[in-house]
C-alpha cells in the first residue's frame, strides 16, 4: 500500500525567510509526486510535479521541490515566503501504473507571519 | 470560463434528507473524482469514473451514488444524511493523457445539522 507522510502539520514563519515543508512516502511501486496549495476556502492548486527526469522541481510561485528516490522524500522549498504564501500545503502521490488513485498527505498550515 | 464548477457551493441540511452535489468540468478531461476534506483537513478520494465507466470506488458507505451522465459531468447523491457527512467536497479532473495535472472544483462544504 502506498502512503504519505507529512511531518509538519503546521509551519510558522516570518515574511522573506526560506521555508521548508517536507513530505515523506512509501510504495512498492514507482509513484508519480505532486505538491497542491489551498488558499482559504478554495480547492486545491497544483503547483508542482515530478513525473521523470530532473530531480528538482521548480512550480508557480517560486516553490520548488527535489525528489530523493533513497530517502522516498520530496520537500518542498521556497527561499523567500510571502505573507500570501498563508495557506494549506499538499503532498500526493499516484502510482505509476493501472488505477487513477493519488493518494494525499495530511497536509501542512504554512503560516506566514509580519 | 470556470474549468471545473461544482454546486452548491454551501449546502445546510438536516439529518436524514437526500442531497446532491453537481460537478462540470468544461476541459474535455476523460476522468472525474469525488474527494472527501474532512475538519481536519484531510482529503481522501471517494470515487472516480473514467469516460463515464466507474474506476475507483473507496469505502464509502453505499449511502453515496455517484452519477456520470456524460464525461463532462459527475455527481454525487446522498442519501439519508448522517452528522458525520459533513465536510468540503471536491471534484476534480484530469486526461489520461497528463495524469500529472488534476484541476479540482471550489468545493461544496455540507454541513448536517
Known amino acids: 500500500a502506498q502512503s504519505v507522510t507529512q511531518l509538519d502539520s503546521q509551519v510558522p514563519v516570518f515574511e522573506e525567510a526560506p521555508v521548508e515543508l517536507r513530505c515523506n512516502y512509501s510504495s512498492s511501486v514507482s509513484v508519480y509526486l505532486f505538491w497542491y496549495v489551498q488558499y482559504p476556502n478554495q480547492g486545491l492548486q497544483l503547483l508542482l510535479k515530478y513525473l521523470s527526469g530532473s530531480t528538482l522541481v521548480k512550480g508557480i510561485n517560486g516553490f520548488e521541490a527535489e525528489f530523493n528516490k533513497s530517502q522516498t522524500s520530496f520537500h518542498l522549498r521556497k527561499p523567500s515566503v510571502h505573507i500570501s504564501d498563508t495557506a494549506e500545503y499538499f503532498c500526493?502521490?499516484?502510482?505509476?501504473?493501472?488505477?487513477?488513485?493519488?493518494?494525499f498527505g495530511a497536509g501542512t498550515r504554512l503560516f506566514v507571519k509580519a | 470560463d470556470t474549468a471545473v464548477s461544482q454546486t452548491p457551493k454551501y449546502l445546510v441540511t438536516q439529518m436524514g434528507n437526500d442531497k446532491s452535489i453537481k460537478c462540470e468540468q468544461n476541459l474535455g478531461h476523460d476522468t472525474m473524482y469525488w474527494y472527501k476534506q474532512d475538519s481536519k483537513k484531510f482529503l481522501k478520494i471517494m470515487f472516480s469514473y473514467n469516460n463515464k465507466e466507474l474506476i475507483i470506488n473507496e469505502t464509502v458507505p453505499n449511502r453515496f451514488s455517484p452519477k456520470s451522465p456524460d464525461k463532462a459531468h459527475l455527481n454525487l447523491h446522498i442519501n439519508s444524511l448522517e452528522l458525520g457527512d459533513s465536510a468540503v467536497y471536491f471534484c476534480?479532473?484530469?486526461?489520461?493523457?497528463?495524469?500529472?495535472?488534476?484541476?479540482f472544483g471550489q468545493g461544496t462544504r455540507l454541513t448536517v445539522v
Open positions: 476534480a479532473s484530469d486526461n489520461a493523457a497528463d495524469r500529472g495535472k488534476a484541476f
Open positions: 500526493a502521490v499516484r502510482l505509476h501504473t493501472g488505477g487513477f488513485k493519488t493518494i
